[in-house]
């Protein structure tokens, strides 16, 4: 079932959707950014990307996938600018065989020019390991994707093949406290408070992934956190509930 061919179809069917979690300003609760995440409608149902991005990376149908998330990312973005004059940035997910591939930056470029869509509108979330294969190699592309504009973020921060010295090296804008750390909130607090005082002083904006509680977002407001994502807020929503709850509510 989930084969590269069964992958293809679903692509040329249109198989595929994107759900949208937004990302909150923890002091006004305004949104300032939300995080597009892939889904397969299959015979009425919805399969997670768990169960099928492992298949994609493994048959290297995530490239083409991949490709068909910039795409749709930015003509959303594009569409929420021209119906709702609505423009936080749409974060998406980017794979370690994608960060390998040659086209990426190109056709993330071309993508936000063809749709005239500012590059501050996208944001590319990876995670540490997936850089580690070719970091040299990763460490250009990122340069090449910021300063044409686009948005940084290291997913997961925390939980990946990481080194100090590469994050200081990575062009990076915002820092993503992975949804472990925060589920450890209040109790175990010294991982996030480690990780929000180095992204001070590198200074990046933190994301506090996985808030669920009310007690996580006191102890981040506390903290000085400033962004928020996880289910107390909401999880990831197809694009009209997202679009009737957060960009034209009445
Ligand atoms: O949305 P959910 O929690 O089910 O996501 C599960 C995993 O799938 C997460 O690690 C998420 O980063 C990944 N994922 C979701 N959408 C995409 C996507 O468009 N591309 C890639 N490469 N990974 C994605
Ligand atoms: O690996 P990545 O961080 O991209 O995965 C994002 C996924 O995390 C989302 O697709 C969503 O399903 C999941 N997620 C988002 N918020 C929460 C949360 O508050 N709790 C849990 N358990 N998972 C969450
Ligand atoms: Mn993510
Ligand atoms: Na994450």
């Known amino acids: 079932?989930?084969?590269?061919?069964?992958?293809?179809?679903?692509?040329?069917?249109?198989?595929?959707?994107?759900?949208?979690?937004p990302k909150l300003d923890i002091e006004t609760g305004a949104v300032v950014g939300c995080e597009a995440l892939i889904r397969?409608?299959?015979?009425?149902?919805?399969?997670?990307?768990?169960?099928?991005?492992?298949v994609a990376e493994e048959t290297g149908m995530i490239i083409q996938i991949g490709q068909w998330v910039v795409e749709q990312s930015c003509?959303?973005?594009?569409?929420?600018?021209?119906?709702?004059?609505?423009?936080?940035?749409?974060?998406?997910?980017?794979?370690?065989?994608?960060?390998?591939?040659?086209?990426?930056?190109?056709?993330i470029k071309q993508a936000a020019l063809r749709y005239q869509v500012a590059p501050q509108s996208l944001e590319i979330?990876?995670?540490?390991t997936s850089l580690m294969n070719d970091i040299e190699s990763?460490?250009?592309?990122?340069?090449?994707?910021?300063?044409?504009g686009f948005g940084i973020a290291v997913d997961d921060f925390g939980t990946g093949y990481s080194s100090l010295s590469y994050l200081r090296r990575l062009p990076i804008s915002t820092m993503k406290i992975d949804r472990g750390f925060v589920s450890d909130l209040p109790e175990e607090s010294a991982i996030?408070?480690?990780?929000l005082m180095l992204g001070k002083q590198l200074d990046l904006n933190i994301v506090a992934e996985g808030v669920e509680n009310e007690q996580q977002l006191a102890w981040l407001?506390?903290?000085?956190?400033?962004?928020?994502q996880g289910f107390y807020f909401s999880k990831?929503?197809?694009?009209?509930?997202?679009?009737?709850?957060?960009?034209a509510p009445n």
């Open 1 to 21: 079932l989930r084969t590269e061919a069964s992958l293809h179809d679903a692509l040329e069917n249109n198989e595929f959707i994107l759900h949208f979690q």
């Open 75 to 107: 003509k959303t973005i594009k569409d929420w600018k021209t119906r709702y004059n609505f423009s936080v940035p749409i974060a998406i997910n980017v794979s370690s065989q994608q960060f390998l591939d040659a086209s990426l930056v190109p056709d």
């Open 40 to 54: 397969w409608q299959k015979d009425g149902r919805l399969i997670s990307p768990a169960s099928f991005i492992p």
């Open 192 to 195: 996030a408070s480690t990780i």
């Open 138 to 148: 990763a460490i250009i592309k990122l340069q090449q994707l910021k300063s044409a």
């Open 125 to 128: 979330e990876i995670t540490e």
């Open 221 to 228: 407001q506390n903290q000085g956190c400033q962004i928020g």
């Open 236 to 247: 990831p929503l197809p694009i009209e509930s997202f679009e009737a709850k957060y960009i």
